[in-house]
């Protein structure tokens, strides 16, 4: 599980450097949990170094791994996320403007002395050099830096169809565009921005989740602090090594370790999946999803496509969908959208009259960037765009590739939004890591206490229900399960927990199921079975 | 009748009473906190004391009545102890010593009701009275006050308004808590509870301490008070004579937490919003009643330190009511239970009181503890996560952790300094676990506002009275203040509509979730604390 592929391992130990340079305080200290880890295997270094022995030696050792291991998880999200980053700034840097003067004339400067309202000329072959409006001119562009979309698109002066954005390319023909963002401003400046987790701050949830580990970590430190006095009390005074090796296993450092990488990696996969978050927050709301539903279009031939058919997916019914595409069809006069108002129209009996209530809604028009069109309602947001605009679940990808077989152009329809299932798998990633984390303290206070007192109290020696050999082979494999449990789950947090669309009971479910149960009992067999090795070292078993 | 059927038949009967019970008074509960009217003697009270009843507060003028309220009742508690002598009714029993008087009074005021004093050779009737009986009523006053605050903060929106304590502070005196212990005290002269302005008789040339017990008797466990007009509480045949009183005493104890539940599930607009968090108390309640019934029963010495009259379920009824609420009323020794059982009604207060917990503290105890379920559920399920159509976010999560951190922190580090000061071990009646388990037992009792002894230990030492008392303070106000910051923040909101995406909290899989994490909260907690004491004693 550790690395099932060799280049997984690759990318490990890649990231080594940047893991070893994220050992200095001032990068810990941002993260509450992983501090007080760092703390506690400085505080057991400094007693291995002053009475060294192999027990000693090795907790310090596995501690410092456990830090090591949270540091690995950032720098591998990190990594993705810079190089990412570098093929985008290629895009941008060489753009040179040709820009009107008030004369009539035609000057060359740089793209990143241009300022909003300037008007710009691009002819075929040259590269856009700042986000903007065609205000001249009609040109096929090629987007596909940016869209990953390979077949050039039109754009044209008016119209819902005069966006461009930098760093794209002309391919034929003359446009005038007026520059509509300052430089570092532009769609690819806040993409580069967003991949660098240079602007990363953390989002709402992100910091409340923050806020609940640090109380865990704080009830846990009172605990162990607590529990000297009463060994004390008993006649069994604990030493530092054991109180620092309990405490860092009590504390939720499976997620604290992998909560920011969880965060990049999160973001990256929006942005390999061409969609822009302005902040995660915005890719956070965009997780409150409730429908998906797609509907598809024939194609007659471009810029005459009608809608044909509606297909719902895994359990919305045929009429909420017809609904809800209806609703993101109202306000759109393309020919598309008119059709598909028909198509709601004739077969489903809908009203094509917006009710007075559904005027209050938002137009959201169609753009380059986000490749859908919709209407906010209330709280209600209904999309409709290019499947590839959107994540989809395994189900609707395939209904997609087949009606792409067929010859024609899916749509899909999706309500309250959208951009994606990754808003939603962030969230249920972090929260499914939390859960794991606390329900295996379980399996370490059976590993940790019996080790501690049964010798003063040997009745206690009942609760080593895990037959492990020694106190000191108890306690080590306590700590090693919990370094390595987070190397295990580095793979989990950067590809997001699995997320299929369903009711939100059932999804909760499921994840208690598997992140609950499964947290109270991998540790007790994973714990037995680091065990089986520990207990062969001399000095230990 | 055999005592298990006997045991078993009172239980049946208690749980009926509650049942009729809980709605007409969880309704009842509800219009008085939402009335607009004022009876005659509630507008008497405002002009006495120069309060406008019409303006409302927010969170934080809401915590400083209450905090203020709370102090001004400190200050004169301690100076009706100081001045004793010189009041009627005091049988010479002189003023009270700093100590033991500091102790008193923030026990009182603060709904815990320890007691480190003998009543009937300390305090007077008058003290008694005027002093402790009044605090009863207004301590359990402002817990429901707190609890209303923190419902209004989930019912109403876009306000910074929660309420005006005062009036909250009044109704429940006057609406809830006088009447109903007035129609009970009569129940429980009629039980054979003494009251009497006496200070004592003479039984065969023994002198025999009474008091006017009835009328204290039943606020004390309606309030979740439990502050005993006898030293031995109601184990006293005075106080408690009879299984009938016995039982009725535990009704009383139940009746209103049980109730609120109700009143808040009318309030939020959803009843099944108030049976889910019944059904959560109600299942862990039952848990630990058997648990401790059990352990009684088979302990090597069943009837060691309970009455005889009583017997084994009565008396593990009265000991899982008295922790599972607020109250700390208690009518066998706790200290002489077995390692299991002792540990039982121990958990019960690490578990923070939700089974289901004292008058307002209880419901609001698990509301918070339900915030930061629907927080974890919430991001399970890829939500912004919320409860009750409130958003929970880094305010409402903070405001929820400083509430919940507070009893643990002020409980563990009061109970780890004592296991370690010499003086502790002449304090302690046994050695070895059972010491701990005694230590653990009075610093939870205080950090609570339980105010149950488990006995067996002397408490009556400067350290103790002192340390004793400022976990009272910090137990009982830090998180009232951090419940009604929640309220605030929660009220300030608006409501996000439900839709089908939302995560239901009526159901079976919320209820599992939430006494989860009441269970799982304590125990990680207290897992190792508790490993050295009980565990280690019930353990063969």
């Known amino acids: 599980m550790i690395a099932d592929s060799p280049q997984r391992t690759r990318v490990l130990i890649a990231s080594l450097p940047d893991a070893l340079r994220k050992l200095h305080p001032r990068d810990q200290v941002r993260n509450p949990v992983m501090f007080v880890a760092w703390v506690g295997s400085l505080l057991v270094t400094v007693f291995a170094i002053a009475d060294p022995d192999v027990f000693t030696v090795a907790v310090a050792a596995w501690l410092w791994a456990t830090v090591l291991f949270a540091n690995l998880a950032e720098a591998v999200a990190e990594g993705r996320g810079k190089a990412q980053a570098d093929s985008l700034r290629r895009t941008r840097n060489d753009a040179v403007a040709r820009r009107l003067t008030a004369a009539g004339g035609e000057e060359r400067v740089p793209g990143a002395q241009l300022r909003v309202g300037d008007l710009v000329v691009v002819e075929a072959g040259e590269v856009v050099p700042g986000d903007g409006d065609v205000v001249e001119g009609i040109a096929t562009v090629d987007e596909s830096v940016i869209t990953g979309e390979s077949a050039p698109v039109v754009r044209e002066a008016g119209g819902d169809r005069s966006a461009v954005t930098g760093g794209t390319t002309v391919l034929s023909d003359r446009i005038v565009v007026r520059v509509t963002t300052r430089p570092g401003e532009t769609f690819v400046d806040r993409m580069i921005a967003l991949v660098e987790g240079a602007r990363r701050q953390k989002t709402p949830n992100e910091v409340a989740l923050t806020i609940l580990l640090s109380t865990l970590t704080i009830i846990f430190l009172l605990a162990v602090v607590a529990l000297q006095p009463f060994a004390i009390y008993s006649g069994g005074e604990q030493s530092v090594i054991v109180l620092t090796a309990l405490l860092v296993c009590l504390i939720p450092t499976t997620i604290g370790a992998l909560l920011s990488a969880i965060g990049i990696a999160g973001v990256d996969r929006l942005v390999r999946r061409n969609v822009l978050a302005t902040s995660g927050k915005a890719v956070e709301a965009a997780g409150d999803v409730d429908t998906l539903l797609l509907d598809k279009t024939g194609t007659i031939t471009w810029g005459n496509r009608r809608a044909t058919e509606l297909i719902p997916v895994e359990g919305v019914d045929e009429r909420t969908l017809a609904e809800a595409a209806l609703l993101s069809s109202l306000a759109d006069g393309t020919p598309e959208g008119r059709s598909v108002v028909e198509l709601c129209v004739e077969r489903y009996g809908l009203s094509a009259e917006a009710t007075a209530h559904e005027k209050t809604g938002e137009f959201v028009p169609f753009s380059a960037q986000t490749r859908m069109s919709g209407v906010d309602l209330g709280d209600r947001r209904v999309r409709k765009g290019a499947a590839s605009a959107f994540e989809l679940g395994d189900v609707t990808r395939r209904i997609v590739a087949g009606i792409g077989q067929d010859g024609g152009t899916p749509l899909v329809v999706a309500e309250n939004d959208v951009v994606l299932e990754i808003g939603k798998q962030l969230l249920i990633t972090r929260g499914a890591l939390t859960t794991f984390s606390v329900a295996n303290d379980l399996a370490k206070y059976f590993a940790i206490l019996p080790a501690m007192f049964a010798a003063i109290h040997p009745q206690l020696g009942r609760l080593n229900v895990m037959q492990l050999t020694t106190p000191q082979s108890a306690i080590l494999s306590a700590v090693i399960f919990n370094a390595l449990v987070i190397v295990a789950l580095i793979p989990l947090a950067l590809r997001g927990v699995r997320y299929r669309p369903s009711g939100a009971s059932a999804l909760l479910r499921r994840n208690l199921l598997v992140y609950g149960l499964g947290g109270v009992v991998t540790p007790f067999a994973g714990i037995w079975l680091i065990d089986l090795l520990v207990r062969l070292v001399p000095g230990i078993g | ?540």
């Not at chain 2, 609890?147 to 009044?170: E, K, N």
């Not at chain 2, 121990?346 to 923070?352: D, E, I, K, Q, S």
């Open chain 2, 1 to 540: 009748m055999s005592p298990t059927a006997a045991g078993l038949l009172q239980v049946g009967l208690l749980i009926c009473a509650l049942a009729v019970v809980h709605r007409p008074l969880g309704d009842y509960l509800a219009r008085v906190y939402t009335g607009s009217r004022h009876l005659k003697v509630e507008l008497l009270v405002y002009r006495l004391g120069r309060v406008d009843p019409g303006s409302e507060q927010t969170w934080s003028g809401y915590a400083v009545g209450v905090l203020g309220f709370s102090f001004v009742g400190v200050v004169l508690l301690h100076l009706l102890q100081r001045v004793q002598p010189w009041l009627p009714f005091d049988f010479g029993r002189g003023a009270v010593e700093p100590g033991m008087e500091f102790n008193t009074a923030v026990s009182f005021v603060t709904n815990t009701n320890w007691q480190s004093y003998v009543p009937e050779t300390v305090l007077g009737h008058t003290v008694q009275a005027a002093g402790l009986t009044v605090q009863n009523f207004v301590s359990a006053a402002v817990g429901l006050a707190v609890a209303m605050a923190l419902v209004r903060g989930f019912v109403r929106q876009r306000t910074d308004r929660l309420g005006d304590f005062w009036v909250d502070l009044v109704r429940g005196v006057v609406r809830v808590l006088l009447p109903i212990s007035a129609v009970f005290a009569v129940v429980l002269i009629a039980l054979g509870v003494v009251m009497s302005l006496k200070s004592g008789v003479t039984v065969d040339g023994q002198e025999v301490a009474i008091a006017p017990a009835a009328s204290q008797e039943a606020i004390k466990e309606l309030g979740t008070n439990g502050g005993g007009i006898f030293n031995a509480n109601s184990a006293h045949p005075f106080e408690n004579p009879n299984s009938w009183s016995n039982l009725v005493e535990v009704f009383l104890m139940l009746v209103i937490p049980v109730s609120l539940t109700r009143t808040f599930g009318t309030l939020v607009g959803d009843r099944r919003q108030g049976h889910v968090l019944l059904g959560v108390m109600g299942v862990l309640w039952a848990g630990t009643l058997a648990v401790v019934w059990w352990a009684e029963a088979n302990g090597l010495r069943p009837l060691e330190g309970k009455e005889l009259r009583f017997g084994v379920p009565a008396s593990a009824l009265f000991a899982n009511a008295t922790t599972g609420t607020s109250t700390g009323a208690v009518n066998s020794t706790h200290d002489s239970f077995t390692g299991l059982g002792g540990g039982t009604v121990l958990l019960n207060m690490l578990l923070g009181e939700v089974t289901p917990g004292g008058v307002g503290t209880g419901l609001y105890g698990i509301l918070v503890l339900a915030v930061v379920t629907m927080f974890l559920a919430g991001l399970m399920v890829g939500r912004t996560p919320e409860y009750l159509g409130k958003k929970l976010g880094r305010r409402e999560v903070t405001a929820a952790a400083v509430s919940i951190l507070a009893m643990p922190t002020v409980m563990l580090i009061g109970a780890g300094v004592t296991a370690v000061l010499p003086s502790t071990r002449d304090a302690l009646g046994n050695p070895g676990p059972h010491g701990l388990s005694e230590i653990l037992y009075a610093y939870a009792s205080a950090s609570n506002n339980n105010g149950s002894a488990f006995a067996g230990i002397t408490v009556t030492s400067d350290w103790f009275q002192a340390s004793l008392a400022v976990r009272m303070l910090l137990g009982r106000f830090v998180p009232i203040v951090a419940v009604l910051a929640l309220a605030g923040s929660l009220a300030a909101q608006r409501e996000v509509p439900r839709t089908a995406g939302t995560l239901p909290t009526t159901g079976p899989l919320f209820a599992t979730l939430l006494a989860g994490s009441v269970v799982l909260v304590a125990a990680l907690t207290f897992v190792p604390a508790l490993a050295l004491g009980p565990v280690a004693e019930a353990l063969p």
